[in-house]
Each structure stands twice: as C-alpha cells, then as structure tokens.
C-alpha cells in the first residue's frame, strides 16, 4: 500500500492550503483514512474519516479543517483554512486496517509571515 501526498508549502497566517492524498488501494478497503501532523513531538490526529463516513477532527482544527475523499481517484484531501502559525508542521496520510496501519512520507506545511 502507498500514500502520496501533495499540497504542502508556505502560507501567511489567515491563508488557505489543500492536502491531497492518493493511496494506491480503494480506500474502501480500509477501516478509516486521514491525516496527521507532527511538530517537534508527537504526532496528533487532524482529521479521520472512516469507512462509514463518520469523520472526526483533532484539537484545535474543527471548523478551519475539512477532510474529504474522492472514492473513484482514491483520494483524501484536507482543506485548510484561517491556518494558524501553530499549524505549522509535517502533516501525514494515514490509512488503516484493523492492526495494520500505513503512511505516507509527509508534507511540509509552514504557516508564517
């Protein structure tokens, strides 16, 4: 299974950027897909959409955050809005399995003036 994913660069505070992200299976085979993010730490939840469309949303991010996915290009996007400087991170696609998870390589998101 591989996860590629686009979109990342540098925005000013308040502007937008969209994820995208083509895994190489139909996402339907999997128990959920989303994204995640890492700053100098840990790595969190941003978003989630599982295979029956229930979607859930990490710290911080409800309400300028918005995921989605395209089930006939296998895709998963993530619209980011009124970003914030402490967005600033390498943001992940997930997919999983029951016990199994993969991931992409990441993309770089950095939010400043």
């Known amino acids: 299974v591989q996860l590629v994913e686009s979109g990342g660069g540098l925005v000013q505070p308040g502007g937008s950027l969209k994820l995208s992200c083509v895994v190489s299976?139909?996402?339907?085979?999997?128990?959920?897909v989303g994204w995640y993010r890492q700053a100098p730490g840990k790595r969190d939840l941003v978003a989630s959409i599982?295979?029956?469309?229930?979607?859930r949303y990490g710290d911080g991010v409800k309400g300028r955050f918005t995921i989605s996915r395209d089930n006939a290009k296998n895709t998963i996007s993530l619209q980011m809005n009124s970003l914030e400087p402490e967005d600033t991170a390498v943001y992940y696609c997930?997919?999983?399995?029951?016990?199994?998870?993969?991931w992409g390589q990441g993309t770089q998101v950095t939010v400043s003036s």
């Open positions: 599982n295979v029956g469309g229930t979607m």
């Open positions: 299976e139909n996402i339907f085979n999997f128990n959920s």
């Open positions: 997930r997919a999983n399995i029951l016990a199994r998870e993969y």
